[in-house]
Nanobody, 122 residues
Framework: QVQLVESGGRSVQTGGSLRLSCAALGGTFADYNMAWFRRPPGKERELVAAITSGGHTNYADFVKGRFTIAIENANHTMWMQMNGLKSEDTAVYSC?????????????????WGQGTQVTDY
């Protein structure tokens, strides 16, 4: 069982950049399909980006061209580079892991979650 710990969330000026990290404690990402989800204030959880154990990436339309997701297996870390931040990017961001393939947006199929980190655009 893998434990996930996010970091990097903070307040950022509109148009700025931020990198979120998700560390795997007691495990490795090599056997997991990973994703970043977010929950904006008063809204439902939504998929931001996903990466399979084979390295295939998938991005929500609202972040394509602005966000990049990647895994550093040597450091047991997944990160997401966020550029060109907008007000609508304000949310709690959480990383999630699944040992099985997961359909896009099926957050309920990810058994492992981090505690979340707050990103605020101002």
């Amino acid at each position: 069982q893998v434990q996930l710990v996010e970091s990097g969330g903070r307040s950022v000026q509109t148009g700025g950049s931020l990198r979120l990290s998700c560390a795997a404690l007691g495990g490795t990402f090599a056997d997991y399909n990973m994703a970043w989800f977010r929950r904006p204030p008063g809204k439902e959880r939504e998929l931001v980006a996903a990466i399979t154990s084979g390295g295939h990436t998938n991005y929500a339309d609202f972040v394509k061209g602005r966000f990049t997701i990647a895994i550093e297996n040597a450091n047991h870390t997944m990160w997401m580079q966020m550029n060109g931040l907008k007000s609508e990017d304000t949310a709690v961001y959480s990383c999630a892991a699944s040992p099985l393939p997961v359909g896009s947006g099926d957050w309920f199929k990810y058994p492992y979650w981090g505690q979340g980190t707050q990103v605020t655009d101002y």
